[in-house]
């Protein structure tokens, strides 16, 4: 294995003060909506260019290829994508290994400064990247923002934390010693991001590694490789040193399961879904000829999540609340509400009250930003349409329940309703993942504990509610990672809201939190006698 030089030191910027959320853009002013326009106009020029793997530096292509296809518009190709194999696992492998050896010991101003380089370019191209993700994922303008603010946000933030990271010393010294505490990079990574944050999340895990002084396989989601690829190329712009990351779309059964087995693969860092997720953590288990180390899972996977409405709330908060959180991105969000768990108390005025609310949500191409634009491919579109099928066999629909047809033949699903489900249906147990949203009937609240509580899953939650005694009980026992009280549960913020769920719902990551770099990391004591 030939070690790789780095070929380019990367001038250091320090951080610019403390770290601050990136201010989300107000489209309501004339100049950020024609900016975005026009970006639309530039980017759908640039719609179904071909682009290449990337593996070590070198640009491959291959006889297989991935259409990504817009799904508001499923005869529109985004992009066309090499098809890595099985075949380019060991030649992925060996450039990250290569590349190891030098970014393992750069400084870690080095690699901070790429990270902060890359935040200032995706600054400088916002307008663009929006563009990107309302094509080839169908978010409209609002949700394409919060996907690249929040890109940006893990950029700035990870580099922060490398710093401090770096800056670590052991609880006390030692008498007579010197003592250090090193936090270590692991090695190769493989990352496997999902296609629903196709920038923010696939950004994050990658920038994660990297900053940690990790080489990263990358294998982004089939739905969106061009936003990977574009991601990819401004990395490379700010200064990326060949086979740092290994750009490589590819088929999770071949090129995934490879890279994930490779005996020389350190860690894996996925989003998606629980039977991916579990299928990788049983694969990374077991060990192979070669393999010195047990390999570490970090795992982000499903949801089933649910909003408890009490009688003490405030409704009109509370319904809009629902109606964001189950709606958004056309519920297509790991921490989307799709159980609204409401006190018997104000049942029937708030169905009647979240009926009128979705009747005034506007489904259409995410280019002219509507509300709701499409699900994601062909195949999301028939399972939701195989789950209202189920929902009208376990409650009383009540808004939505059928597809909304469009000239271009998008995958549009009208934002549906159930209520009256049962708490063990199928609709209140299983993650759907699109606009589907089941209302389920509690006496009190201690049952609506009992009931948010009965999911395998435990991403996220939500608590309406004034009483302070609920809050507190609810603290302390709705068994979630992320819990919001009188707000949406989506929408968490890197620094504010570290995520990651229990149970079935992952490793508990924590990503955009103070303890997240920690996993891509090994601590290592050093003692030296003072003499």
Excluded at 252 to 270: D, L, M, S, Y
Excluded at 285 to 305: F, N, S, V, Y
Aim: glycine letters at 10%; hydrophobic letters at 40%.
């Amino acid at each position: 294995m030939a070690t790789i030089e780095l070929s380019t030191v990367i001038p250091y910027r320090a951080p610019q003060g403390e770290f601050r959320n990136e201010p989300f853009v107000d489209f309501g002013r004339e100049e950020n909506a024609r900016a975005m326009r026009e970006a639309l106009t530039r980017v759908g020029d640039q719609l179904g260019q071909e682009y290449d793997l990337v593996i070590g530096g070198k640009r491959i292509r291959t006889q297989g290829k991935i259409r990504s296809l817009n799904p508001a518009n499923p005869s529109q190709v985004v992009g066309v994508h090499q098809k890595a194999g099985a075949e380019h696992a060991e030649v992925a492998m060996q450039a990250a290994l290569g590349a190891y050896e030098s970014w393992r010991i750069a400084p870690v101003e080095e690699r901070v400064s790429l990270l902060l380089r890359t935040a200032e370019l995706l600054r400088q191209r916002k307008f663009e990247f929006l563009a990107w993700l309302t094509y080839e994922v169908g978010k409209n303008w609002g949700e394409a923002d919060a996907d690249v603010a929040e890109t940006i946000d893990f950029l700035e933030f990870y580099a922060r934390e490398a710093l401090r990271l770096a800056a670590a010393t052991t609880p006390i010294q030692y008498p007579g010693e010197r003592n250090e505490l090193l936090y270590l990079p692991l090695g190769v990574c493989a990352v496997i991001p999902p296609w629903n944050f196709p920038l923010a999340i696939m950004a994050g895990m990658t920038s994660a590694a990297v900053v940690t002084g990790n080489t990263v396989v990358l294998k982004p989601s089939s739905d969106s490789p061009t936003i990977a690829a574009r991601f990819f190329s401004l990395l490379e712009e700010a200064g990326l040193p060949p086979g740092v990351v290994n750009f490589c779309p590819g088929s999770g059964a071949t090129f995934g399961n490879a890279i994930v087995e490779h005996p020389k693969t350190r860690f894996i860092a996925f989003t998606g879904s629980k039977e991916v997720g579990l299928d990788i953590h049983a694969r990374a288990a077991q060990t192979r000829p070669g393999q010195i180390w047990i390999k570490r899972t970090i795992l982000e996977m499903g949801g089933k999540d649910s909003i408890i409405v009490q009688a003490d709330c405030d409704l009109d908060a509370a319904v809009t609340g629902v109606l964001q959180s189950a709606f958004g991105f056309s519920g297509q969000k790991c921490s989307a509400c799709s159980r609204a768990i409401v006190d018997d108390n104000i049942y029937d005025i708030f169905v009647d009250r979240l009926r009128e609310g979705v009747e005034k949500l506007q489904v259409g191409n995410p280019v002219a930003n509507p509300n709701i634009g499409p699900v994601v491919n062909e195949s999301a579109y028939a399972s939701m349409l195989r789950y209202i099928e189920i929902g009208k066999q376990e409650g009383r629909l009540i808004a939505g329940g059928k597809p909304v047809e469009t000239p271009e033949r998008g995958y549009y699903i009208a934002p549906t309703i159930f209520a009256d489900i049962a708490p063990n249906a199928r609709l209140a147990q299983e993650e759907i993942f699109g606009p589907v949203l089941a209302i389920i009937r509690c006496k009190g609240f201690e049952h609506a504990l009992e009931i948010a509580n009965n999911t395998e899953y435990g991403l996220t939650g939500a608590v309406y509610t004034s009483s302070r005694e609920k809050i507190a009980r609810a603290r302390r026992d709705f068994h979630v990672g992320n819990l919001y009280f009188n707000r949406k549960c989506t929408g968490a913020m890197v620094g504010a809201h570290p995520f990651g769920g229990f149970n079935m719902s992952g490793t508990d990551s924590k990503a955009g939190g103070p303890d997240y770099l920690y996993l891509f990391t090994q601590a290592k004591s050093a003692a030296e006698k003072l003499v």
